[in-house]
Antibody
């Protein structure tokens, strides 16, 4: 079945970078977008950006621009999110989600279970 | 910059009651790109509605969406115990953004 499998929990020090991954299966990885969404405990969902392996297009939310890098490995059907200069405010669950485009809509229809990132000195 | 505002922030209901959740956009948006997601603690968010009113696969018909322009509504006709969660509207045309969410809890 279609699924996105996230990498495991990460523990990082303030100022460090973290790179999390999301492995897709059950569909052709390159033909869909991958979105990244952050959920800080006690706060709402934050859209971070999307990437499309087929068009090589990447769009970042302004809030994360300069600190986030989204990449992928098509041969591994895996998307990566790297976030640098971590602060305690970055401690969160990071979700990947498949972005599906139709002729007249766009939505995120399949979600990974999320990767927990802990930031602690 | 597009801003989505959701109301109420918290909605307290009993099972069987009707839920009406509002999402207001700071500017008129293309209804094609307005979706609703459900998020429960410890779980991944789940797509409920896309294109304002189309139910995603497997979503019960007690969930419905409506609206246009700047005003959108998610309605749950009769709250089931499994429906208590946080609900987010999301726009994905041009600038992608989530609303702040409405938490629906048990009265």
């Amino acid at each position: 079945q279609v699924q996105l499998v996230p990498s495991g929990t990460e523990v990082k020090k303030p100022g460090a970078s973290v790179k999390v991954s999301c492995k897709a299966s059950g569909y052709t990885f390159s033909t869909y977008d991958v979105n990244w969404v952050r959920h800080v405990p006690g706060h709402g969902l934050e859209w971070m950006g999307w990437m499309n392996p087929s068009s090589n297009k990447i769009v970042y939310d302004q809030k994360f621009e300069g600190r986030v890098t989204m990449t992928w490995d098509t041969s591994m059907s895996t998307a990566y999110l790297e976030l640098s200069s971590l602060t305690s405010g970055d401690a969160a669950m990071f979700y990947c989600a498949r972005g599906r485009r139709t002729r007249s809509s766009y939505f995120m229809d399949v979600w990974g279970n999320g990767t927990t990132v802990i930031v602690s000195s | 910059e597009l801003v989505l505002t959701q109301s109420p922030g918290i909605l307290s209901l009993s099972p069987g009651e009707r839920a009406t959740l509002s999402c207001r956009a700071s500017q008129s948006v293309d209804r094609s790109y307005l979706a609703w997601y459900q998020h429960k603690p410890g779980q991944a968010p789940r797509l409920l509605i896309y294109g304002v009113s189309s139910r995603a696969a497997g979503i019960p018909d007690r969930f419905s969406g409506s609206g246009s322009g700047t005003e959108f509504t998610l309605t749950i006709s009769r709250m089931d115990p499994e429906d208590f969660a946080v609900y987010y509207c999301h726009h994905s045309g041009g600038a992608f953004t989530f609303g702040p969410g409405t938490k629906v809890d048990i009265k």
